[in-house]
């Protein structure tokens, strides 16, 4: 047979990694792959700091900002934070990351990690190690398959900033959902401050399912809030409603304005995020609906007339 | 944990699965719903295997710790499994070595200056020195070679002697050297659950007058299979033997089960599921296929033959054969069982290129047709793979060459006695006492390395249960005057094959692929 034959037969129904499909009589028996930890601890080396820094400003921030129109509001907030802290932010796109380390003060950004599903980001060496090159990633176990340390307590210590979201995965509808208490524990357990994220427009410029941002530079608000300090005797129950009220607050800024908002927070007329399965607000096609009302903000796509 | 056994049904998303074909393999598509009978993984092998030997020779089972058997001035005999086992050659040191040396130290320690080492090589060939010394290794055969390290010799006359009859008439004649000891110890590696036990004293040590109450072509059609002992006419012959010979002298058995890791680590492929493949495996299976097909056709056998499996040890067990023997055939059940529900129209096999008979040798038609209708064909407890009727389909080249020095009689058998017939009773009333006697085959087998003169009739026989059975037999691959000479057919392809198979079994039958080696045995319900 030739090679070119074998090759082909070969590669009969097996993807571009070489992974085949796997018989069904066969699924009871598949085998997890050898759980091996991604290394990660090179990204956060001297060298592969100023390397990310020259990427994500001279490739990621361009490309982003030439893709969407990204409405970046209250970094100035950040002036007087110190020390390593938690960005906390809604998630509902792959560009939600790109976004935030882009728009980040400097000194802020050279000195975070992100934190990336372990499941999605780390199942494929080479994505695993685009993912921590650009975002200086390191793995979160979302579904407690298996006992992964996290490094986040490390990291916290070692002086990092980190980037978490703590809804766990991508928003489905675009609408925030619950957060999981990871991180506030995290943050009570290291009394390290949080700072509350906000992204608006992200799912409709790139929903799930998509790999590149639609067509028209859509607009997309970044909305960064006053750092949330753990106080004296709080637990992560409560700084766990806090970080959502914030990041709820931010978001209707969108549509309320920051004093509209702070007023409606203060009148109790905001409505925190439920998980999906406790149902509750609006039905699943009005959240997307609404998730994908286009900016009257703007100019929109431009046409080219003769 | 190692997951068991199972049987794929082949479906769209099925990758094309792996055949041996001789020296070489190659990737097949089998028809939509074929069943494929895959082995449990590979167990994990015994961390320290010294310890389970010392632990199996301190407590052997119904017979006293080894010290205890051992004094000054007695006459001990170690007897060990020959080069037939295990497939492929273990990667040194072999587990016969480390026993070997554990029993010498234990009989060093006591006195015993007597001591014979025998490999238990009955009618095959005789092994070289260089064989001996890679099975005992390098201390014990310093040690013992020539003199006190040796092979049996089955046609020695002198060195043989009737140790009794069994009920049923059969005449037991063994090794006299072995029999006229005050403990026989016997170190074996059951490979299937055909070897080891009763066996291993019975046939290693035998001469043709023995062998032939049970190497025989009745007790072989009623051996189903000879990998269930329970329901093997042989095995049962054995057992009776066995008796007698506890009567005379006594057996300190030990005996050592292997995992499933047959082939070294540069060809992992073949010992993984093909869907589970990764890039790695897949690059390897290309490049040693390549190469393979590419190298000058002595060169691609001395480097199969060269291939020595980095087999794990699962369990040492020892004490008396009876009583060690289900304790080591469940550790080879473990390892190679697997379920299937029914039998089908077809069976497919992959041959390999590696039998018993054939270590550092030439795979002539008779060890292929020995080694698929024979072991293949036999690795099943209670039905076989294959309905009655049915059809066997093997992937093997059946190259005409025979090795001139190993298998001189073979190439006698097939020219001037398959010419004649191939019924397997009448070769043997017609024509096997004829060659288990012909000196010249007798000369070969002793001062040469020769297999007996009746060997190739033995390899016939073992065939006869699946002969007896089946309606059709055809070797995908096979080269056609060798399989005509046998009595099979020859197809270009598996389409092919199935067109041919389409006269016995219909156009649409169904189908179940052994997937081997590494080894499974299916029970087939």
Known sequence: ????????????????????????????????????????????????????????RGLLRPVTWSQTRPVVEGVEYLENLHGPAVFVANHSSHLDAPLIVSSLPRRFADRLAVGAAADYFFDARVRAAATVLFFNAFPVERHGSRRLRSLAVELLDDGWNLLLFPEGTRSEDGWMNAFKPGTAQLCVSKGVPVVPVALRGAYAAMPRGRNWPVPGRPRIAVRYGRPLHPVEGEGFRELRTRMMQAVTRLAAEEELGWYGALRAEADNELELPTRPSEGGGAAGWRRIWDSTRPSDDGPGRRVWTW | MSRPGFVLE?????????????????????????????????????????????????????????????????????????????????????????????????????????????????????????????VVGDRVFRSFFPDHLRNHDAEDHSNLVEVGTTAQGEVVELNRRAMESDLVVYVNITLTAMSGGPKSVSVGLASYRSLRHHHNVHTLRHSRSFNDPANSAMHHSYERMKDVIGDHVTVFQIEATLNNDTFPSSMGFLNKREWEWNLADQGRYLGVKRVNELLPAKSRRRLWQSTA?????????????????????????????????????????????????????????????????????????????????????????????????????????????????????????????QFATDPWYIQLYRKSYAYHGVHPFYMWYW???????????????????????????????????????????????????LHAPPLVMADVR
């Not at chain 2, 015994?46 to 001035?73: C, F, H, M, S």
């Not at chain 2, 295990?86 to 320690?109: F, G, N, S």
């Not at chain 2, 009689?409 to 001037?416: A, C, H, L, R």
């Not at chain 2, 010419?419 to 017609?430: A, F, G, W």
């Open chain 2, 309 to 433: 499996a980095p087999y794990g040890v699962t369990a040492v067990n020892a004490g008396v054969p009876s009583e060690v023997h289900p304790q080591t055939i469940a550790n080879v059940h473990r390892q190679q069982l697997t379920e299937v529900r029914g039998q089908s129209d077809v069976a497919i096999f992959g041959l390999p290129y590696i039998c018993p008979y054939n270590v550092n040798s030439i795979m002539n038609p008779i060890l292929v047709m020995s080694l698929g209708l024979g072991y293949f064909f036999n690795l099943y407890k209670n039905r076989p793979i294959v309905r009655e009727g049915g059809t066997a389909i093997f992937y093997h080249p059946v190259p005409g060459e025979f090795h001139p020095v190993h298998h001189p009689s073979y190439i006698d058998f097939f020219d001037e006695v398959l010419t004649e017939s191939i019924d397997p009773v009448v070769l043997e009333t017609k024509f096997e006492e």
């Open chain 1, 1 to 56: 047979m030739k090679i070119r034959d074998e090759v082909r037969l070969l590669r009969h129904g097996r993807d571009w990694r070489g992974r085949s499909t796997v018989p069904r009589s066969a699924d009871p028996w598949v085998q997890s792959e050898e759980e091996r930890d991604f290394p990660t601890a090179w990204a956060r080396t001297r060298p592969a700091v100023v390397v990310r820094s020259a990427l994500r």
């Open chain 2, 463 to 513: 065939g006869a249960h699946a002969l007896e059975h089946l309606g059709e037999v055809i070797f995908v691959g096979g080269n056609r005057r060798t399989t005509a000479r046998m009595g099979f057919k020859a197809a270009s392809t598996l389409a092919d094959a199935l067109e041919i198979a389409s006269h016995t079994v219909g156009s649409s039958p169904s189908i179940s692929y």
């Open chain 2, 10 to 134: 082949v479906d769209e998303r099925t990758p094309p699965l792996l055949m041996h074909q001789g020296e070489g393999f190659r990737l097949e598509r089998l028809p939509l719903g074929s069943k494929v009978i895959y082995p449990p993984d590979s167990l994990p092998g015994l961390r320290n295997v010294d310890t389970a030997i010392a632990r199996a020779l301190l407590n052997p089972i119904g017979i006293e710790p080894l010290p205890e058997l051992l004094r000054p001035g007695m006459r001990l005999t170690v007897v060990f499994d020959d080069i037939s086992l295990p497939l492929p050659p273990m990667q040194t040191p072999d587990v016969r070595q480390r026993v070997i040396e554990h029993v010498l130290e234990m009989a060093a320690a006591k006195g015993v200056d007597d001591v014979e080492l025998i490999a238990g090589n009955s009618l095959h060939r005789r092994m070289t020195p260089a064989e001996l010394k890679r």
